[in-house]
Each structure stands twice: as structure tokens, then as C-alpha cells.
């Protein structure tokens, strides 16, 4: 019973969570603003950009 709880709450953990896994040489070029982060994180200046420009 204990390991059913725990892989239950592995499993809602899990869900929420994004998994990158960031390649430097793909993060050297100019990118336009993004809502969708890429898994190699090659976008990442457009998407904090973007959200930050959403917030001010």
C-alpha cells in the first residue's frame, strides 16, 4: 500500500513537470519571442523574453 501511494504521487509529480535537456551550441542564435519552450532549450531567451515583455 505504501508503494501504490508513492508511485501515485510520482505520477502527479511527474505530470507537472517539464524535462529539458539544454544543448549550449543550439542557444548561440538569435530567436523571436516564444510562448513554447524546445526541449533542447534552444529557445529559451525568446520564451523568459516573452514573458517578461507579458508582465511589465
Not at 509529480?13 to 519571442?33: A, E, K, Q
Request: proline residues 7%.
Amino acid at each position: 500500500m505504501i508503494t501504490e501511494l508513492k508511485l501515485k504521487n510520482w505520477k502527479s509529480f511527474r505530470d507537472g513537470t517539464l524535462y529539458i535537456n539544454p544543448v549550449p551550441s543550439h542557444m548561440r542564435n538569435y530567436v523571436p519571442f516564444s510562448e513554447t519552450l524546445q526541449p533542447d532549450g534552444s529557445n529559451i531567451a525568446g520564451v523568459l523574453a516573452a514573458l517578461v515583455s507579458s508582465h511589465v
